[in-house]
């Protein structure tokens, strides 16, 4: 993806505007063990990143934005998700999201297909305290699975079909067919951790029915790689999906038992008040639940449920609505762009600013403030609120 320069190329010969983007920096790698690179200040924040082996992203590579220290995302996993599941399949696989529960790897998705229709049986996966949850998108004519060695199943896998296996219990996988399916990573520490905020516990492991249909999987997963591919990814609400996902997952596949919404609490007052000062200082920003949920002292599942409840409204939802806010009072400038006002506003460029506003606001930018023109003194307030 993206550029990829030669071996020994030196930094001043990249260029940087055409480097693929992750988050708000631009990244690449001279692939050259132990090179540096240094992003000019003019196309982002200042970023360094150090190429620890020849290869042909940025997997193994760490970079440096802001002074922190982080992992690049493809390729960089220890587990059995991304690319590593890709390789064990001998597929095409793209690393969708992955979401972190607590500081720890909470949940990752990966979308996996592949064109043949033949494939020999896989190897058998490593031990992991985690599960490998397969959600079919398309039919797939033949498959079959074994753990420890012993057949389990076999059979047409149609789409919405689910498959769980404990990567503690040596699986092995042979598909026939076109295959399309998105795999969930879900560690077992972080399906106890969503039970445990629930107050309740779910069973040693994820089970469900072979042939059924999860049609709330569906619904969710559809969300998440539509949220996930968008040039302006709302990251709120890709961290919403990610906790309703695996709420899911202990619900239906687990067993837990989340209980009557009146156990459910609402924000303290210094809370709500507290997470609506960082959602409008931050408007421009890629601000995530699990950021506001610590300025609250809360988990991001916790945050999350008591804000709606608080509020009437999910926390990228008011988040957008405070975002449309503001860019009404600027539209009241008849000379400032409207590219501008979306990058002002927290929108990653113009279209998704349009989409956004027509949906909440009934009408393009442009006609709203066209319409303004029109208005009595003092209306335009009035609607702005």
């Not at 992955?98 to 996996?112: C, H, M, P, S, V």
Request: hydrophobic share 35%; with cysteine.
């Amino acid at each position: 993806m993206g550029l990829r320069p030669g071996l020994g190329t030196a930094p001043s010969a990249i260029d940087y505007r055409r480097l693929p983007i992750i988050g708000r920096a631009r990244l690449s790698c001279a692939h050259d063990r132990g090179a540096t690179i240094r992003q000019p200040r003019r196309y982002g924040p200042e970023l360094e990143i150090h190429c620890c082996e020849t290869r042909r992203d940025l997997g193994g590579c760490t970079y440096r934005r802001g002074g922190a220290m982080e992992r690049s995302t493809p390729g960089s996993s220890s587990g059995f998700y991304g690319q590593r599941i890709a390789d064990h399949f001998g597929m095409e696989g793209r690393l969708v999201s992955e979401f972190r529960l607590d500081g720890q790897l909470g949940l990752a998705a990966t979308r996996l297909s592949c064109g043949r229709r033949f494939r020999e049986r896989t190897d058998r996966t490593p031990d992991e305290g985690a599960f490998s949850i397969l959600y079919q998108i398309d039919d797939l004519e033949d498959h079959a699975c074994w753990r420890g060695g012993q057949w389990q199943r076999s059979g047409e896998f149609l789409a919405k079909s689910v498959n769980i296996v404990d990567l503690r219990e040596d699986p092995q996988w042979q598909f026939k067919g076109r295959f399309d399916a998105l795999q969930f990573y879900v560690p077992s520490s972080a399906v106890a951790t969503i039970a445990a905020q629930h107050g309740g516990r779910v069973a040693s492991s994820l089970r469900w029915e072979g042939d059924a249909r999860d049609e709330i999987l569906w619904g969710l997963s559809q969300a998440l790689l539509h949220a996930s591919i968008s040039a302006s990814a709302n990251q709120l609400l890709i961290d919403q999906l990610a906790i309703s996902l695996l709420t899911h997952f202990a619900q239906a596949y687990g067993g837990l038992d989340i209980g009557s919404p009146a156990r459910l609490g609402q924000l303290a007052g210094w809370q709500l008040r507290r997470a609506k000062e960082i959602m409008f200082a931050r408007l421009a920003s890629d601000l995530t639940i699990a950021q506001v949920a610590s300025e609250c002292r809360l988990t991001p599942s916790h945050f999350a449920r008591a804000f709606r409840r608080s509020t009437g409204v999910a926390p990228q939802r008011y988040l957008m609505q405070l975002r449309i806010t503001e860019a009404k009072k600027h539209l009241s400038q008849p000379h400032l762009p409207l590219s501008d006002i979306a990058l002002v506003c927290g929108f990653g460029d113009q279209s998704h600013f349009t989409r956004v506003f027509r949906q909440l606001a009934g009408a393009s930018p442009g006609a709203w403030r066209r319409g303004q023109k029109d208005l009595p003194i003092g209306d335009d307030e009035q609607l702005s609120r």
